[in-house]
């Protein structure tokens, strides 16, 4: 058996008044926590630094700015560094990333995987992005993320660590199959992942009471078809008026949650995950050398 204790810190809101160096305080609280639980990876959200901006339209470029990190670890993320070397735990964080490359200014929506003596062992900048380029009329609040962020250029990346082969995924990846897959041939064990799902993002009423449903849904398909842990972590709650999901939960390769939070706020759940609780999957119904057909498959990258 290969045990990797893990924790799932889902937060509740951050306003938008709230500092970067407020956020870390939060996080390095649960940092603390998770290692008084005895983990030694401990999972964040995405964008976990900052109120999830998308919601608005924001045309002030300076203003836009000020959403992201430029560099990591920054002075004000610095603590969170520091901590998880000093309590030897990793740390799954979700940031939004500001980089110049070659004169132009990219922005991705990101996530990084530090080691358990602070050093970045991974690096993933997500692919699917959800919502709109454009402001949409109608809408109590936006989802601008197509406008603000570029698709991640990193593909799917798994890196080793905590014993075992380690993956990224950032909110709306959760929903498409091939985001698991791509690291399902790698040999993942670990696929690691931050969401905030506002109630009503699809604009359509009739899915809302489904929200939670399809937020495990398809964490719980990605896990069992692809043998391997999924730790999913939720920025929840009311922020700034609009509600999103919680439910963070952390799923065994049999498909299983086998933690999930109950609140809607800042809350550690964790579980002892044995990365060999795959092999099972691996060596039978999953067993991908024997039983994939990828010659049918074409399709899938054709279109
Ligand atoms: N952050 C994120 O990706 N949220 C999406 C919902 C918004 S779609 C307009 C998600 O898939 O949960």
Redesign the pocket.
């Known amino acids: 058996s290969r045990y990797v204790m893990t924790a799932s810190a889902q937060m509740g809101p951050i306003s938008k008044s709230e500092t970067r160096a407020d956020a870390v305080k939060r996080l390095v609280e649960m940092m603390r926590e998770a290692k008084g639980r005895g983990c030694e990876l401990v999972v964040f959200t995405?964008l976990a630094l900052t109120t999830f901006f998308p919601r608005w339209v924001i045309e002030d470029e300076a203003e836009l700015d000020s959403y992201y990190e430029t560099e990591m670890p920054s002075a004000a993320t610095l603590p969170l560094f520091e901590e998880a070397s000093k309590l030897g735990i990793g740390f799954y964080l979700g940031y939004a990333e500001l980089v110049i490359e070659n004169g132009v200014k990219r922005r991705y929506n990101t996530s990084i995987l530090v080691d358990q003596t602070g050093t970045i062992i991974g690096k993933y900048r997500k692919v699917h992005l959800?919502?709109h380029s454009e402001p949409q009329e109608g809408r109590a609040f936006q989802?601008l993320?197509k406008a603000y962020f570029e698709p991640g250029d990193l593909g799917f990346p798994v890196c080793r660590g905590f014993g075992g082969v380690m993956g990224m995924a950032i909110?709306?990846d959760r929903?498409w199959p091939e985001t698991y897959r791509v690291m399902g041939l790698q040999g993942v064990d670990m696929v690691m992942l931050g969401?905030?799902?506002?109630f009503g993002?699809t604009g359509k009423h009739e899915t809302d009471a489904l929200t939670n449903f399809h937020n495990h849904l398809s964490m719980q398909a990605g896990a069992y078809q692809n043998a391997t842990w999924v730790v999913g972590t939720a920025k929840c709650g009311d922020e700034e008026g609009s509600v999103m999901g919680g439910q963070s939960v952390i799923v065994a390769p049999s498909g299983e949650i086998v933690a999930q939070s109950y609140t809607m706020e800042d809350e550690v759940i964790t579980a002892k995950c044995d990365l060999d609780a795959g092999n099972i999957y691996r060596e039978t119904v999953f067993n991908f050398e024997i039983h994939r057909r990828p010659e049918h498959y074409g399709l899938i990258v054709e279109r």
């Open positions: 995405e959800p919502g989802h993320e909110c709306n929903r969401y905030n799902t506002p993002h």
